[in-house]
């Protein structure tokens, strides 16, 4: 018998740890300050009519989480250029070109980890072609991008396994199924559990302000000339997707790159 409560107790610890480190995907533990949980945050809509369902889809999939409430509002950027807006998210669409990349997500911070503004850039150049032109592969990085602007990183980094069944996973087959790495991969579309106990973790502290704190700036305005634009060649590469800019006025502004397979 107490072989048997040993093992079981061996096998809950065993399934406890696969919980939290599927969980622990803060992205270097940037958030939003604020005074009250949940965080409501601004999302301004700079999107076209391609792209109207999907950035409402991916609001009320973060909105369920007990600690975020995004709240989409008029854009208040030019999408060619996507500048920021203090205070918020701004998320933008239109032919950027083929730089490599489907989506961008850039969050600007003060001296410490705080978010004082963030943009998402959705590259039509790719979601008009053939391969990219589908629900699930607009879900998937719609909705991946947007979370990077509140703080949330991957679960997994492999194009080529599994599915996860969130939207914080590679893949090269985002509605999962038949034709993917497996016939029962379940669809990247959309965040999990884990997505939200791992906002919970990040938010469940309070700062001393609502908002972003700090003091942000917008577009051209910055003290640094900086007009959101990404500049990745001229950024300090961090790894793979992720690049710095250190700004004079002490900030920094980083980009999450969500790059085209091959």
Not at 59 to 71: E, G, H, P, R
Not at 144 to 172: R, S
Not at 182 to 200: C, F, G, K, R, T
Not at 211 to 224: L, V
Request: charged share 15%; proline share 5%; glycine share 14%.
């Amino acid at each position: 018998m107490g072989k048997v409560l040993a093992f079981v107790g061996v096998m809950l610890v065993s399934v406890a740890l696969v919980g939290t480190a599927l969980a622990n995907h803060s992205w270097g533990g940037y958030h939003w300050s604020r005074s009250a949980n949940p965080l409501v945050l601004n999302v301004g809509d700079n999107v076209d009519s391609r792209w109207d369902a999907y950035l409402d889809g991916a609001i009320a999939d973060w909105s369920a989480s007990t600690v975020l409430d995004l709240n989409k509002i008029s854009g208040g950027t030019n999408p060619a250029s996507c500048g920021p807006t203090a205070g918020r998210i701004e998320v933008c669409n239109g032919s950027y070109g083929s730089t490599g990349w489907l989506g961008i997500a850039q969050i600007w911070l003060t001296s410490g980890s705080h978010i004082t503004q963030a943009t998402t850039k959705l590259n039509d150049t790719y979601f008009d072609t053939p391969a990219y032109n589908t629900p699930p592969w607009r879900r998937l990085v719609a909705c991946q991008e947007i979370a990077h602007d509140f703080g949330l990183d991957h679960q997994d980094e492999n194009f080529n396994n599994p599915n996860l069944g969130t939207c914080m996973d590679y893949t090269n087959d985002p509605d999962g199924g038949a034709g993917g790495a497996s016939s029962s991969d379940p669809s990247n579309e959309h965040p999990n559990q884990h997505d939200y106990a791992e906002l919970v973790t990040i938010y469940s502290h309070l700062d001393g302000a609502g908002g972003g704190g700090g003091k942000p700036c917008h577009g051209r305005k910055c003290p640094n000339g900086f007009d959101g634009a990404p500049s990745l060649s001229q950024a300090s590469k961090a790894n793979g997707d992720v690049y710095v800019d250190h700004l004079p006025n002490g900030g920094r502004r980083v980009t999450h790159v969500f790059w085209a397979l091959g």
